[in-house]
Each structure stands twice: as C-alpha cells, then as structure tokens.
C-alpha cells in the first residue's frame, strides 16, 4: 500500500503564493510519474503538473509560467510553488503518483488540499 499526504493548502488573496508539498510513502518500487491535479466545484479533475516516466515536466496552459513543479532528491516528494494565483485556481488539489510493480501500473491519489484564491 502506498500513502500520499498532502500539505500546504489554504486561502491566499489574488496574486498571492502557496506551495504545496506531498510525500509518498510505503510500498514503492519505481514511481513512474509524480504530480498534481485539481477539482474544482462542478468541475472535473485536471491535470495541474506531473513529473513524467521520462524525468520531464507536464503542465496546464493555464498555469504555466506561474506554477512550478519540483521534487526532492529521493523523488518521492514532490512540490508545487504557485505564484500570481488568480481566483480560478480555487480548488482541491490532489496528489498523484503512479507507481510500475513489475509490468503493471497502479495509480495513488491523496486526500487532497483545498486552495480558495479570494479578496
């Protein structure tokens, strides 16, 4: 079994920074992506930033160039600095890791952390 814990949510003012970290903890081989998704009310999941099988880096248009992905040495942290937040970035923010056991793929979620961006 693999935990994921999330911290760092909260309420921020426009414009304003969070950063966000998860760690994996447990039964892990071989991550094989790492990142961040977000839901936001009456709306789907999406993906925010992930760290591929390749070691690169995936994020949304919409938050690109003010969201930052990185990990720990270890590769089984991973963080998100978000910067000039803007009201629609409000969401739950999940952490997700993908881990290979052999040939199969299982998908881990964290509880989730919840961003409101308001004034």
């Known amino acids: 079994q693999v935990q994921l814990v999330e911290s760092g949510g909260g309420l921020v003012q426009p414009g304003g920074s969070l950063r966000l970290s998860c760690a994996a903890s447990g039964s892990i081989s071989s991550i094989n992506a790492m990142g961040w998704y977000r839901q936001a009310p009456g709306k789907q999941r999406e993906l925010v930033a992930i760290?591929?099988?390749?070691?690169?880096?995936r994020y949304a248009d919409s938050v690109k160039g003010r969201f930052t992905i990185s990990r720990g040495n270890a590769k089984n942290t991973v963080y998100l600095q978000m910067n000039s937040l803007k009201p629609e970035d409000t969401a739950v923010y999940y952490c997700n890791c993908v881990i290979l056991y052999g040939i199969t793929l299982r998908s881990y979620w964290g509880q989730g952390t919840q961003v409101i961006v308001s004034s």
């Open positions: 760290f591929t099988s390749d070691d690169s880096t």
